[in-house]
């Protein structure tokens, strides 16, 4: 059983710049691999970004490619999501997401593929 607790989210203005924190549970979190997911108001969820294990493969969705970064520290069982030039279609409930994989470099982008979830943060980007 892992338990997934995001942090960082908060109320910021176009072109600004937050810090996602997801603190894990358990001494396995090497084993899984992470994602990011975010829920707009009447959308569906969509994927964001995942890394691998080992933290040496990243994905990325187009819409926030070049201005997002994920990472990981193992030591600390820990993923962050680095968001810069954030944009008012930002706004939504990030959440982080984990599943056991064997592979180092295994990658998910599908939410059905992820077997714990945290509660969320919300992110609001105002124009």
């Known amino acids: 059983q892992v338990q997934l607790v995001e942090s960082g989210g908060g109320l910021v203005q176009a072109g600004d710049s937050l810090r996602l924190s997801c603190a894990a549970s358990?001494?396995?979190?090497?084993?899984?691999?992470m994602g990011w997911f975010r829920q707009a108001p009447g959308k569906e969820r969509e994927f964001v970004s995942a890394?691998?294990?080992?933290?040496?493969?990243?994905y990325y969705a187009q819409s926030v490619k070049g201005r997002f970064t994920i990472s990981r520290d193992n030591a600390k069982n820990t993923v962050f999501l680095q968001m810069n030039s954030l944009r008012p279609e930002d706004t939504a409930v990030y959440s982080c997401?984990?599943?056991?994989?064997?592979?180092?470099?295994?990658?998910?982008?599908?939410?059905?593929?992820?077997?714990?979830w945290g509660q969320g943060t919300q992110v609001t980007v105002s124009a």
């Open positions: 890394i691998s294990r080992s933290g040496g493969s990243t």
């Open positions: 358990g001494r396995t979190f090497s084993t899984y691999v």
């Open positions: 997401a984990a599943a056991f994989v064997t592979g180092l470099h295994t990658l998910k982008t599908d939410a059905r593929g992820y077997d714990y």
